[in-house]
């Protein structure tokens, strides 16, 4: 089995607010990837005391512990006893009814000897390259389908549509949201690859259009994760002043990409 990550911080200056994890058991029957983008908030309250690292994680550690430990457990079942076990740690100190108490978006993918589950919510992505040589985008298009005019800024910025009806939804500390998430499973036999995504490396893809998600699988398992992030940063800065493909989205994200070959 082959790996590959990296995550990288949209800013040196500031924290990664991405999360990324593999869980591989010594065994080899099996494992699991995690990988959260943890949603910025804008500037002000959001009644919590801790920062979006730590709420990602927290929810990260949980998500790939349950992942290994409870494979009686569904991925869908798993994120609500994650966001559940991350809420109870801090609800004594935080306002979590805010609408700004951190969150995050979700990518959680598990495997064994006869299949492969996914789970994916909000505008994170995992890519499944298959036997045949396809790939199939495992994503949570909700985000998209948001008119642009409801949002604040295109940082998802705007409490009226997060995790309401009719807008899209983000793990934060409802354990229901959990069955708002994508789901289902691949037969083992057919993934070759797994590929996890946060929409800072998605960019060279949905935002700069510089290929397909074929193209994007075929970079990585060529040239490596990191050159994937290093192309989406040269393509952030040439556009740091023209806009044409940025628009009001910030001119660097927080880029991680978690591959796993299967």
């Known amino acids: 089995m082959r790996t590959d990550l990296i995550s990288e911080p949209g800013d040196p200056a500031r924290s990664n607010e991405d999360f990324a994890a593999l869980a591989l058991p010594a065994s080899g029957q099996g494992g699991a990837l995690v990988v959260l983008d943890g949603v910025t908030p804008p500037q002000g309250d959001d009644g919590c005391l801790h920062s979006v690292p730590w709420f990602c994680s927290r929810l990260g550690g949980a998500l790939t512990e349950l992942s290994v430990s409870r494979r009686d457990l569904t991925l869908t ?31 959680l993918a598990r495997w064994s000897a006869s299949g492969v589950e996914y789970l994916v919510l909000s505008d994170s ?117 023209e806009r044409a493909y940025l628009g009001r989205s910030k001119t660097h994200d927080d880029a991680t990409v978690v591959h796993v070959e299967l």
Request: proline share 3%; hydrophobic share 45%; net charge negative.
């Open 77 to 107: 079942e798993i994120l609500s006893h994650a966001i559940l076990r991350t809420a109870d740690s801090h609800a004594a100190t935080c306002d979590l009814s805010h609408p700004r108490t951190p969150q995050a978006t979700v990518v």
């Open 125 to 241: 992505a995992l890519l499944a390259g298959t036997t045949d040589g396809t790939v199939i985008a495992l994503l949570d298009d909700r985000l998209a389908r948001v008119p642009r005019g409801s949002l604040a800024t295109e940082a998802i910025a705007d409490a009226t549509v997060r995790n309401k009806e009719g807008g899209f939804f983000t793990a934060a500390a409802d354990p229901s949201v959990a069955a708002r998430a994508v789901t289902g499973e691949l037969p083992r036999t057919a993934v070759r690859t797994l590929t996890a995504l946060t929409d800072g490396a998605t960019r060279w893809t949905e935002k700069f259009r510089r290929g397909d998600w074929t193209d994007l699988l075929a970079l990585v398992r060529g040239e490596g994760a990191a050159a994937l992030v290093e192309r989406v940063r040269a393509l952030e800065a040439g556009d740091r002043e």
